[in-house]
């Protein structure tokens, strides 16, 4: 077990070794992240004082009104990344396409890609509520020197090679695995340093809570319905205690900690569910699978995915094993 109190700085180095490629790639990538989340955590800690709140007048992609804080939260984690010789394509939840990065000698040497949702949940920014980055690495498919390609992108999310979130909650944390398990690191807000504060993060095998946007019940389907009445009913364990923030890196993080499945399922009203593949549900079922939790789409583990566009959404259910199992009995007897 690895010692508490120890830096992130000081973690990178000793683990630099588990980092397949290790040529030092890994503390660059996570530094850039580190850099960026400081930056991010500094200008969302002040968002009600200067003025930066409401809306940037702008639409991303998904056509939901973007925050200046979303805009701001990109650019930073952007510009991080841009500046380390290591990365040779973005793709942002921000970004209608994704961003070619060309190295200082612009013969695309750099072999990896980062996909990012710069500030999930920030519609929760005006009322105070705990929003979250998260990211995605990958390795190149295509061959290093030719500039980075869509298929780069779309590789499925068992072939990342890292994956975390920052929180920026009642403390910020960066919570991140490179394939050997899941630790976090809080900051010291006074001297801007991560501390390892929670080593060898694990979801427990089964828990209490379930977290669900409840006033989409009528339009989930009859697995779902049927799951969420479960959770009601007086039975062993149960009721359930119902704990739905409406940020996923909040609810996640609360879940890995307590015991817990997270659900955005698809309905009626929104065919896919409302999360992105890429940049939410692949990073996060990465964290999930390290920690011995569990995430599905519904028959199919997340991971095991092959994606067709940058932004497509999947339906979402995350968390402690058990109970992600025990959802996909109800699934699974009507589909
Ligand atoms: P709803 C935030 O916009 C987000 O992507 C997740 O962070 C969050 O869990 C979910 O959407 C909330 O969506 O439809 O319940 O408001």
Redesign the pocket.
Same mark, same amino acid.
């Given at each position: 077990m690895e010692k508490k109190n120890k830096t992130l700085g000081e973690f990178i180095i000793e683990n630099q070794s588990e980092f397949q490629y290790s040529t030092g790639e890994l503390s660059k990538l996570i530094n850039a992240i580190r850099l960026a989340a400081k930056v991010v955590n500094h200008e969302v800690n002040k968002a009600g004082l200067i003025d930066i709140l409401g809306e940037a007048g702008d639409t991303n992609v998904q056509g939901?009104d973007q925050q200046k804080l979303d805009v701001l939260a990109n650019e930073k984690f952007i510009q991080a990344l841009r500046k380390r010789e290591i990365v040779c394509g973005i793709a942002s939840e921000e970004e209608d396409d994704f961003i070619t990065i060309n190295s200082q000698d612009e013969n695309h040497q750099n072999k990896y890609v980062v996909l990012i949702?710069p500030l999930? @949940? /920030?519609?929760?920014i005006d009322v105070n509520v705990s929003v979250?980055t998260i990211f995605s690495i990958y390795r190149r498919v295509t061959p290093v020197g030719t500039p980075v390609k869509l298929e780069d992108f779309l590789q499925p999310g068992k072939n990342q090679v890292a994956a975390g979130y920052v929180v920026y909650g009642t403390s910020t944390m960066l919570v991140y695995s490179t394939g050997h398990g899941v630790n976090g690191f809080t900051l010291n807000p006074a001297i801007g340093t991560f501390y390892l504060s929670h080593p060898n993060m694990q979801f427990p095998e089964t828990g209490k809570i379930y977290?669900v946007?409840e006033?989409?019940y009528v339009h989930f389907l009859q697995g779902v319905k049927d799951y969420i009445k479960y959770c009601q009913e007086e039975d062993g364990d149960r009721p359930y205690t119902s704990r739905?923030? @409406? /940020?996923?890196?909040?609810?996640f993080h609360r879940n890995m900690i307590k015991g817990g499945i997270?659900m955005?399922p698809k309905s009626s009203v929104t065919q896919n569910g409302?999360?992105?593949l890429l940049y939410?549900c692949n990073p996060m079922a990465f964290i999930a699978e390290q920690a011995n939790g569990m995430a599905i789409g519904g028959k199919n583990r997340i991971l095991d995915i092959v994606p067709t566009e940058l932004h497509q959404r999947v339906p979402f259910f995350c968390g402690s094993k058990k109970m992600v199992e025990k959802l996909q009995e109800f699934l699974d007897k009507y589909h």
């Open positions: 939901e949702d999930d @949940g /920030s519609s929760n979250g977290s946007n006033g989409n739905y923030i @409406g /940020s996923l890196v909040s609810d997270y955005y409302k999360l992105r939410e």
